[in-house]
């Protein structure tokens, strides 16, 4: 059973270019959550999605930010025109429904480094 | 504004003996306290986890306390193995399911062989 899976693991962009982050929950997980760590930081909640439908944003900056988590494919952290204090390690996790104990499965991250 | 907070940001123990991990929370709504594991380049790795009507959980080597009166928890590691060497985080919800967590800044535990 595969885990989390994200990809790209590295990315790299220049200043006002567009970064696309995605992310394959585990098998049977329909919930996904998106963390930021900034370094010698602890993760930062960004979002929390359910298949179509964006359950809390409150942890995502109000502009350049956006995701999703289509009924097919993978979930989407999208950054428009990337800042160098974008430069972050981004994890996606997910967990199934009704999990009571709030224990989120995380993928390995995509790293993000803006020049 | 820390919620959760994990005040010493390294720890280094010998091989063999107990390692203690610290952290503390201000917000009296979290409801389930959880642990992760993080090697460099990686994701973090669910530990153990403890609900807010226990005091203690143990699983193996690892054992979590909860005071919640005092709002701290801490992991207990017995022995400690080269192994264990990592960042480990704190992490704390609110009760519901499938709620959000908020990190603490972590603690980097070095097993001294």
């Known amino acids: 059973n595969a885990g989390v899976m994200q990809n790209p693991r590295h990315l790299v962009r220049r200043r006002g270019q567009e970064a696309r982050l995605r992310c394959s929950p585990m098998?049977?997980?329909?919930?996904v959550y998106w963390y930021r760590q900034l370094p010698e930081e602890g993760l930062k909640f960004m979002v929390y999605?359910?298949?179509?439908?964006?359950?809390?944003e409150s942890g995502m900056p109000k502009e350049r930010f956006s995701a999703e988590f289509p009924k097919e494919g993978p979930s989407i952290l999208r950054i428009q025109q990337v800042v160098r204090g974008d430069s972050a390690a981004y994890f996606c996790?997910?967990?199934?429904?009704?999990?009571?104990?709030?224990?989120?499965?995380f993928g390995a991250g995509t790293r993000l480094s803006v020049l | 504004d820390q919620q959760v907070k994990q005040n010493s940001p390294s720890l280094s123990v010998q091989e063999g003996r107990i390692s203690i991990l610290n952290c503390d929370y201000t917000?009296?709504?979290?409801?389930?306290f959880l642990w992760y594991k993080k090697y460099p380049a990686e994701g973090p790795t669910f530990l153990i986890s403890?609900?807010?009507?226990?005091d203690k959980n143990e699983d193996g080597r690892f054992t979590v306390f909860l005071n919640k009166s005092a709002k701290h928890l801490s992991l207990h590691i017995v022995p400690s193995q080269p192994g264990d060497s990592a960042v480990y985080f704190c992490?704390?919800?609110?009760?519901?399911?499938?709620?959000?967590?908020?990190f603490g800044t972590g603690t980097r535990l070095t097993i001294i062989p």
């Open positions: 403890i609900s807010s009507i226990k």
């Open positions: 999605l359910q298949k179509e439908n964006i359950i809390d």
């Open positions: 996790a997910s967990s199934p429904p009704g999990e009571v104990k709030n224990i989120q499965y």
């Open positions: 917000n009296s709504m979290f409801d389930y």
């Open positions: 098998k049977g997980h329909s919930h």
């Open positions: 992490a704390a919800s609110k009760r519901g399911g499938n709620e959000k967590l908020t």
